[in-house]
Each structure stands twice: as structure tokens, then as C-alpha cells.
């Protein structure tokens, strides 16, 4: 089994708790299963993403226990040509169509399908986004470990973007390309991109890619219920207090606390093997407190 950490290395790219939360439960989640942990540098953006942040990110990891400098690691700035040829494939079968509408919506990252009837255009006339046309695709239910079932449903999720207006692969695009290519089996995220599954289960299907099991984690909110913020409290984590970051994250997973006198990796490696997803099951939400 196979699992992946993603990390943007951009200037809002500093773990915080919630990122830690995320990274936390996915390395528990394969070290529970004998898996292996996986990276995937999210570099895509050439303006935004910088060495800096990335070696940042990489030492925030290795301070918290969940990677060793042997840990695999795949970058997207390596890998444009692999997403155009995903891209060309769908082209050659005349289900890409270039889309203009609105801004807002692209900037959005596709969760919204084409408010227009783009369908009808070449997809090579004009510089605009391309989406992929779903709709000859079955309704499907996919199974989340904790959420359920997510359902894909060709009225509704119409279309997406796979390739954005500034020339670079879409999100999803590059999620499921990226996630066939490290073979990954399992993915384990926070649940505000359960949206995503019916999106990555139709690229897939049309790709021919394996699917991977689903568990979506809880999201760390503010009292009042927003996801917690970069900008709002969600300071970087400080390598000193390693420990009781993590122990704080394994409160908000509501998962048996590991003993205090262990060490960090002591306390990922008992956490490992007391790990019990089932203790958030159906939780899309938790308080930071
Ligand atoms: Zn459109």
C-alpha cells in the first residue's frame, strides 16, 4: 500500500496544525498498514513556488517524525509532459473543449462545471482553460472510510478543468496523474476535498487509472465553524514543540494519547500502532481549541 504527503513549497507553504493534521493521519494511516509514506512537491507554479520554502517544509517533516531522508519524493515542475500526454489522450477521443467563463469560476479550481454551452468549440482556437466532457460517463458511489458514500453524478459534475488557462496542468489533472505514477492506494485528506472524489473518479475512469480508497479527515475549525486560516491562527509549527503539536493533533483525531515520556518518533510509532480511524468516522469538522 501507498500513501502521499502533498506540500505546496510557496510563501503561504509553512506547515501549520491543520497541515500537520493531515500529514500526521496519513503517515499513522500507512505505518498502521505496513504502507509506505510517500511526497509529492506541489511546484507546479514557477512564480510562487521557491527552494526556500520547499527545504522549510522538508525540515518541518523531519523535526515532526514523518519523513527520513530516504522517503521518496516525486516534483510536478519534472513532470509537464506526462500531464500533456493525459491531456492529449482525452483530446484524441474529442472529450476536451476550451472554456472562457468567468475568471472567478477557473480561479475557483473547477469545482463548478461550464456555466455556458462551451461544448461546440475546437479545442485548439483560443487560449482559455480546457475541460473534459463527463457527461457519457455512468453515475458512480464511491465509498469514503470515514464519510460514506460520495456519489459522482454525470448531471451534476458536467464537466472540469484539467488544464488551466496559464498553460499548466489543473489540479486534478495532475492528482490523478501523479497519484497512478507513485502508485498510491490510499489517499488520506482533510474534508474539504471530499468534493473532489466524483471529479478524480471520472478522470481516472476515462484515464484507465487505478482508484484509490478514500478517508477524509476532519477539518480544524474555528469555533465558529470556518477552516482555520494560514493567516488567521494557524502559526507555523515550531520544531521545538514537535511533540505537543502532535499530541494536539492526536486529540483532534480523537485518538488515544501516546505516553508522555516518549520521545517524537516514539510517539509516531505508538500512535502508529494504536491507530483508530474509526474514532472519527463521519467528523468533517473539529474545533481548535
Ligand atoms: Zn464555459
Not at 517544509?57 to 513532470?79: F, N
Not at 482525452?90 to 461544448?119: H, N, V, Y
Not at 458514500?149 to 492528482?175: K, N, Q, S, T
Not at 516514539?266 to 468516522?281: D, K, L, M, N, S
Request: hydrophobic share 40%.
Amino acid at each position: 500500500m501507498a500513501y502521499v504527503g502533498r506540500f505546496a513549497p510557496s510563501p503561504t507553504g509553512p506547515l501549520h496544525l491543520g497541515s500537520l493534521l493531515a500529514a500526521l493521519a496519513s503517515a499513522l494511516d500507512a505505518a498502521y498498514h505496513d504502507g509506505t509514506w510517500l511526497l509529492r512537491i506541489e511546484d507546479l507554479d514557477p512564480h510562487r513556488c521557491q527552494p526556500q520554502y520547499e527545504r522549510q517544509i522538508l525540515a518541518q517533516l523531519a523535526a515532526h517524525g514523518l519523513i527520513a531522508s530516504t522517503t521518496t519524493r516525486l516534483r510536478q515542475s519534472t513532470r509537464s509532459e506526462i500531464y500533456r500526454h493525459a491531456l492529449n489522450e482525452l483530446k484524441s477521443r474529442g472529450l476536451i473543449f476550451p472554456c472562457d467563463c468567468t475568471r472567478k469560476i477557473l480561479a475557483q479550481q473547477t469545482e463548478a462545471c461550464c456555466e455556458r454551452d462551451c461544448r461546440s468549440r475546437q479545442p485548439d482556437l483560443i487560449q482559455s482553460a480546457l475541460r473534459v466532457d463527463l457527461t457519457a460517463l455512468p453515475r458512480a458511489q464511491i465509498l469514503d472510510r470515514s464519510l460514506g458514500p460520495i456519489i459522482f453524478d454525470p448531471e451534476r459534475h458536467r464537466d472540469v478543468v484539467v488544464w488551466r488557462r496559464d498553460g499548466v496542468a489543473a489540479y486534478h489533472l495532475a492528482v490523478v496523474v501523479d497519484d497512478a505514477a507513485q502508485g498510491v492506494t490510499d489517499v488520506v485528506r482533510g474534508a474539504d476535498l471530499a468534493s473532489s472524489v466524483p471529479w478524480q473518479t471520472a478522470i481516472q475512469r476515462l484515464l484507465g487509472l487505478p482508484e484509490p480508497r478514500y478517508l477524509h479527515l476532519p477539518v480544524l475549525t474555528d469555533a465558529d465553524g470556518t477552516k482555520l486560516s494560514k493567516r488567521d491562527h494557524a502559526a507555523p509549527l515550531a520544531d521545538g514543540q514537535a511533540i505537543t503539536a502532535i499530541r494536539q493533533a492526536l486529540g483532534w483525531l480523537r485518538q488515544p494519547q501516546a505516553p508522555n515520556s516518549l520521545t517524537v518518533g516514539g510517539t509516531i510509532r505508538w500512535a502508529a500502532e494504536h491507530w483508530q480511524p474509526q474514532r472519527f468516522a463521519g467528523l468533517e469538522s473539529v474545533a481548535y481549541e
